[in-house]
């Protein structure tokens, strides 16, 4: 799956699917799958380093990751999240670190932030780093919202995410993410934009949807937002099987016959 590739589903009317990954194991099975897209996210930041947000999240760490995901996959496109402040603060920054990502085997970058972003989305795209946009509830921006808050209900904000929406596709963004807001405003977006869009918490009319792996396989229970369908109970799963290794090692019931050499 190449970005062109990606974009043309929109063209077909296929929904796109697309689910994070941060270790080759899971990319793997991702792939096997047949998901179009892999999102090295920097949800990592709470599903794997255990922390309350994503700001803490280094472009070291984005790096590695991204690392582990591309040089397990063959086919799936990677999309590698660009760090809180790894391109905020100008604009060579940003096309620095961009660069290390696709250096890191990533095929793509996705940054938060609507009109303010343009002229990195701009710089990226000339220089050849195709760029996932992502507007709506922005997670690195939690501490101006003050929690995980739905964005664009009210008609003024929903206008603005409609006008950076726009403005993201001119610049050159590829794709948008549209995170927690009203299904209609996700709806409305979608109609205007040429490029697809991938949602998440933003009802079923978007092009494709995405949901980190680890809620969406019942392994991440911390926190469940609303927008999270769980397909499996994998937690559970692993809480009954190590308790029953426990309960035959101390039952001496493992390992029997069949484990033991001769
Ligand atoms: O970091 C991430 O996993 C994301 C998705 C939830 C869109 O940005």
Redesign the pocket.
Known sequence: MTVPEFQRQKEKGKKLVVV?AYDALFARIVEQAGIEAI?V???LGVVVQGKQD?LSVTMEDMIYHTRLVAGAREQTLVIA?MPFMSYQISVEEAVRNAGRLIQAGAGAV?LEGGIPMIDRVQALTRVGIPVMG?IGMT?QSVNQYGGYKVQGRDENHAEALLADARALEAAGAFSL?L?AMPADLAKTITQAASIPTIG?GAGPDCDGQ?L?LYDLLGLFDDFTPKFVKPYAHLKADALQALRRFKEEVECQKFPSDLESYH
Do not use: A
């Open positions: 994070t999102l996210g920097d949800s994503t999240d996705k992502h997670p993410v995170e998440i995405v980190v």
